[in-house]
C-alpha cells in the first residue's frame, strides 16, 4: 500500500497571520528606536559642547589669547580667536566649532570669552536643549564653569 504525503507548506491564513505579528511588532519598535536615535545624539551634543568649552578655556591659556565662545545661531557655537580684543566675542577667526545637525535639537545662550590667564572676560552660558530637557555650561566669575541640567528648556 502506498501512502501519500500531504503537501508540507504554510497556508495563506498562516502567512498572514506572520506578517500580521511581524507588523505589530514593527510599529512598537520603531518608535522606541527613534526615540533611543534621539536621546543619543542629545547626549552627544551635550558632551561634545561641554568638552568644547572647556578646550576653548585651555586654548586661551596656551595660545596667550582671548578666546570667545559665539553662539551664532541656534545651530552653531562657534570659538573665535579673538587675539588681544576684549569686546565683541564673534569676531575673529574660527578655531573650532559644533554645528548641530538635527532639528529636534536647539542652542543658546548669552556666550562667553576667556582670557590668556582662563579668567572669564565676559562671563555667560551656552545652552543645549531637545525640548524636554536643556544642559547649561556656565562661565562664571574668574572662569569657573559649572553645569547646570533640568526639564523644559533653556
Given at each position: 500500500m502506498i501512502k501519500y504525503l500531504k503537501n508540507r507548506g504554510f497556508s495563506f491564513v498562516e502567512l498572514m497571520v506572520v506578517i500580521a505579528l511581524?507588523?505589530?511588532?514593527?510599529?512598537i519598535a520603531v518608535p522606541q528606536i527613534n526615540k533611543m536615535y534621539r536621546t543619543y545624539k542629545y547626549i552627544e551634543y551635550?558632551?561634545?559642547?561641554?568638552?568644547?568649552?572647556?578646550?576653548?578655556?585651555?586654548?586661551?591659556?596656551?595660545?596667550?589669547?582671548?578666546?570667545?565662545?559665539?553662539?551664532?545661531n541656534n545651530k552653531t557655537l562657534r570659538i573665535v580667536n579673538m587675539e588681544t580684543r576684549r569686546s565683541n566675542i564673534c569676531n575673529g577667526q574660527d578655531l573650532n566649532r559644533l554645528n548641530i545637525n538635527d532639528a529636534f535639537v536647539s542652542?543658546?545662550?548669552?556666550?562667553?570669552?576667556?582670557?590668556?590667564?582662563?579668567?572669564?572676560?565676559?562671563?555667560?552660558?551656552?545652552?543645549?536643549?531637545?525640548?524636554?530637557?536643556?544642559?547649561?555650561?556656565?562661565?562664571?566669575?574668574?572662569?569657573?564653569i559649572r553645569i547646570q541640567k533640568g526639564s523644559g528648556g533653556c
Open positions: 511581524i507588523s505589530i511588532l514593527s510599529a551635550t558632551s561634545s559642547m561641554e568638552n568644547l568649552v572647556r578646550w576653548a578655556k585651555i586654548t586661551a591659556m596656551e595660545r596667550s589669547i582671548n578666546v570667545g565662545l559665539c553662539v551664532a542652542l543658546s545662550g548669552s556666550g562667553a570669552a576667556f582670557d590668556p590667564r582662563g579668567f572669564d572676560i565676559f562671563n555667560g552660558n551656552v545652552c543645549l536643549t531637545n525640548g524636554d530637557s536643556y544642559y547649561k555650561v556656565v562661565i562664571s566669575r574668574f572662569g569657573a
